[in-house]
T-cell receptor, first 113, second 114 residues
Framework: SQQGEEDPQALSIQEGENATMNCSYK?????LQWYRQNSGRGLVHLIL?????REKHSGRLRVTLDTSKKSSSLLITASRAADTASYFC?????????????FGSGTRLLVRP | AAGVIQSPRHLIKEKRETATLKCYPI?????VYWYQQGPGQDPQFLIS???????DKGSIPDRFSAQQFSDYHSELNMSSLELGDSALYFC?????????????FGPGTRLTVL
């Protein structure tokens, strides 16, 4: 991956448990975003956290950002079978006129009913 | 709310053929991006357009070209297709100008090269 590693690469939990996924990146960032992808389908934007923010919540999602360690974590609380998907973090890199997203390698989450 | 539209959703081509993928961004979004996601891989940036002008290029092969039209829709043209071009191709759009750069992705086009 251009970005770095996501940890773990795969995670299997029981419905109702919490799931934590970690992401490390290499460069300085403007924002960090988390996306979800069901098998072979589109990328769904979950949450964006700015470089000057440390924590953000959205429903059952909690994202933290540690710019000193160049890392972020995504916590899904009270998981459901429908949360089964791959989760990617992405940082934006400034180019000449726009920002490109640099994705991590993703975490495959399986929530067992 | 309107989302990014991509067509076709699935495309099967033979080696050395040509393919054209289309993307319709969210209305009023001024930037369009193309990404390629190979099997089991993370998405890789290909190219972007800002206000109908090509703005940046990533790891896009010379066999590929793209453009954005006056109605803001974009097309990715792929020639001399190779087996390794089989992938999911995503288009994303965003509204540039603020500190945020939320890119909204379309459902993708799955290209299979036989």
């Amino acid at each position: 991956s251009q970005q770095g590693e996501e940890d773990p690469q795969a995670l299997s939990i029981q419905e109702g448990e919490n799931a934590t996924m970690n992401c490390s990146y290499k460069t300085s960032i403007n924002n960090l975003q988390w996306y979800r992808q069901n098998s072979g389908r589109g990328l769904v934007h979950l949450i964006l956290i700015r470089s000057n923010e440390r924590e953000k919540h959205s429903g059952r999602l909690r994202v933290t950002l540690d710019t000193s360690k160049k890392s972020s974590s995504l916590l899904i609380t009270a998981s459901r079978a429908a949360d089964t998907a791959s989760y990617f973090c992405a940082t934006d890199m400034r180019m000449d006129s726009s920002y490109k997203l640099i994705f991590g390698s993703g975490t495959r989450l399986l929530v067992r009913p | 709310a309107a989302g990014v539209i991509q067509s076709p959703r699935h495309l099967i081509k033979e080696k050395r053929e040509t393919a054209t993928l289309k993307c319709y961004p969210i209305p009023r979004h001024d930037t369009v991006y193309w990404y390629q996601q190979g099997p089991g891989q993370d998405p890789q940036f290909l190219i972007s357009f800002y206000e109908k002008m090509q703005s940046d290029k990533g790891s896009i092969p010379d066999r590929f070209s793209a453009q954005q039209f006056s109605d803001y829709h974009s097309e990715l043209n792929m020639s001399s297709l190779e087996l390794g071009d089989s992938a999911l191709y995503f288009c994303a759009s965003s509204l540039t100008g603020g500190a945020r750069n939320e890119q909204f992705f379309g459902p993708g086009t799955r290209l299979t090269v036989l």
